[in-house]
């Protein structure tokens, strides 16, 4: 019988083009889950962050080429479009397998990615076990 | 756990034209009277990808500008995006609403070189 186990936490974080990893919270919301066999939603809510895996020795290098994929200036939306359109193409969600209640992480570590100017801002992030 | 399919058809009107679709979600997990779980949203067409964004003219236009830079051929660089966005989305319900925030809307991005009738998926899961 296949069963769902939905739960949310808080981060604070600053930025921008900061990394913050999130692998035990998610970790531990699998463990609670109790499910065995099946897949890890994580989802960061807001418009303007993305969740990402990779390697944690990329995870620096990572922070600098974001500039990259999306310049901070050239945009009509104020301010923060860099931002918003990093988190669209990035992505907001990422869904991991799950197996003999362990997340197929490889050697990879999950981060939230904090593309704004802030200090101590309060991000939310929700993982969605589904399984057996 | 239960598992309901709904069809929900769109209509756009232009390339680049973008539907939100955010109402028309919470209001069908509402209606499946699901809970706890997820809720993917799909887009049959290929060339409709499916993804969150603040939903305000000037972002979107932004976000077109972007999609034009991906190839100096304006056809190329709609192959691109469509794939780089991708046309499925997976949404956590929590107490029975997809928990996207405020400034953050399920959107269906139009890449096709006219609008038309798109059908999009949601598989709503959860109890």
């Known amino acids: 019988m296949s069963k769902v186990y939905v739960k949310t936490f808080i981060i604070k974080t600053y930025g921008p083009n900061k990394l913050f990893d999130i692998t035990d919270k998610v970790e531990k919301i699998v463990e609670e889950s109790r499910i065995e066999n099946g897949v890890a939603t994580v989802f960061s809510h807001g418009s303007t962050g993305a969740i990402v895996r990779i390697k944690p020795e990329q995870a620096e290098e990572y922070s600098y080429v974001l500039w990259d994929l999306v310049p901070i200036d050239g945009w009509q939306h104020p301010g923060n479009a860099y931002a918003h359109l990093r988190s669209t193409i990035i992505s907001t969600k990422l869904a991991l397998p799950l197996i003999g209640r362990k997340l197929v992480l490889g050697p990879a570590r999950i981060y939230f990615v904090e593309n704004q100017c802030y200090v101590a801002r309060e991000r939310r992030i929700t993982v969605a076990v589904e399984g057996e | ?127």
């Open chain 2, 1 to 127: 756990m239960k598992t309901l399919i709904r069809e929900v058809s769109v209509k756009t009107e232009n390339t680049y034209y973008a539907v939100d679709l955010t109402s028309v979600v919470l209001s069908e997990v509402k209606k499946s009277g699901v809970k706890n779980g997820v809720v993917t949203v799909y887009s049959e067409d290929p060339m409709c990808p499916v993804f969150t964004i603040e939903y305000e003219p000037k972002l979107l236009s932004d976000l077109v500008t972007y999609i034009k830079g991906l190839s100096s051929d304006e056809n190329k660089a709609r192959l691109l995006a469509a794939t780089v966005l991708g046309t499925s989305l997976t949404v956590p319900i929590v107490d029975g609403a997809p928990v996207t925030a405020t400034f953050q809307q399920i959107v269906l991005l139009e890449l096709n070189s006219e609008g038309g009738s798109r059908k999009v998926y949601l598989v709503i899961q959860g109890e």
